[in-house]
């Protein structure tokens, strides 16, 4: 069962990328969040339910239809309150969506930092917008040499009518600006990963890259991380990097050199040190006894 599940993610993530776009339904029983990479592309969801949703240093509470627009630059995550909870998720790249005369997505104020991500729905727009979605899933099915462009109308269409709509002004400043920090900083910690290249190194490594990132100052961060969650900032990245280490070296052939230059360590003895300090073992004793 595992592995069949490996090999559907892999088959979705790899569908996606040559596209460069992918349609899909959430349903309420169903797995409603696929594993991609947020870090390439960008997200449309129309969903129904009860949901809290954090983005950036923001907070929503959502009740009803909203239509949600994700920016892979900047963090966020979603927290499911109601067992009911459907909908339809869009994910797209830029390279994919832009054309001649359209702007960057990142100053579109549906995309942008500092934009309104979130928009209520009335149930005469969902019905339309549902249609869009269907034939964004239906399209993407068949062999029409054109698909590509008429599936860019359809999403381009749904952002029209998204910014003829009035912002949501549901947003709530967190109570507790730990917390949010907090959360911000584990969706950015989250969005490094899993490594799918050898070639494409980890760009966070450190605490201090992170309070970068995040335009903080590293005492700030860190007062925030452990107040919140008892473990350093330094903790829960390294706990990170492990548990993707030993993913990399159960599931990929590549040799211990080329993982250790994908998590960031500029010499494999380097990675060895690390991993044996935290784990009680070396890579290579680890791999063996996977076997």
């Known amino acids: 069962m595992q592995s069949k599940i490996i090999r559907s993610v892999s088959e979705f993530n790899t569908e996606l990328k040559l596209k460069g776009f992918n349609t899909f339904q959430i349903e309420s029983d169903g797995n409603s969040t696929r594993n991609y990479s947020r870090k390439d592309f960008y997200k449309i969801c129309l969903t129904t339910g009860k949901s809290i949703v954090h983005y950036a240093d923001k907070s929503f509470n959502a009740e009803g239809t909203i239509l949600f627009f994700g920016n892979p630059h900047i963090p966020y995550s979603w927290e499911t309150i109601s067992t009911s ?7 797209f790249s830029e390279e994919f969506l832009k054309s001649d005369r359209s702007e960057s997505l990142q100053h579109s104020s549906l995309f942008k930092i500092g934009g309104t991500p979130i928009l209520k729905i009335t149930e005469e727009q969902r019905n339309f917008l549902n249609t869009l979605f269907c034939k964004m899933m239906d399209e993407q099915q068949t062999d029409y040499a054109y698909k590509d462009d008429l ?136 791999r063996l006894n996977l076997v």
């Open 85 to 91: 909870y459907v909908g339809y998720t869009c994910l």
């Open 151 to 286: 599936i860019r109308n359809y999403i381009n269409l749904i952002i029209h009518e998204a910014l003829k709509m009035q912002p949501s002004d549901n947003y709530t400043n967190s109570n507790n600006a730990q917390s949010r920090i907090t959360s911000v900083f584990l969706e950015l910690l989250e969005r490094q990963f899993p490594i799918e290249t050898s070639e494409r190194p980890l760009e966070l490594k450190t605490a201090q890259d992170y309070s970068n990132a995040l335009s903080l100052h590293i005492n700030y961060l860190n007062r925030a991380v452990k107040g919140v969650t008892g473990k350093s900032t330094t903790t829960h990245i390294s706990e990170r990097i492990i548990s993707e280490a030993k993913a990399l070296l159960q599931h990929t052939d590549w040799n211990i050199a080329e993982i250790a230059y994908a998590l960031g360590f500029e010499y494999p003895t380097y990675f060895n040190n690390f991993f044996k300090k935290n784990t009680g073992t070396n890579p290579k004793k680890f």
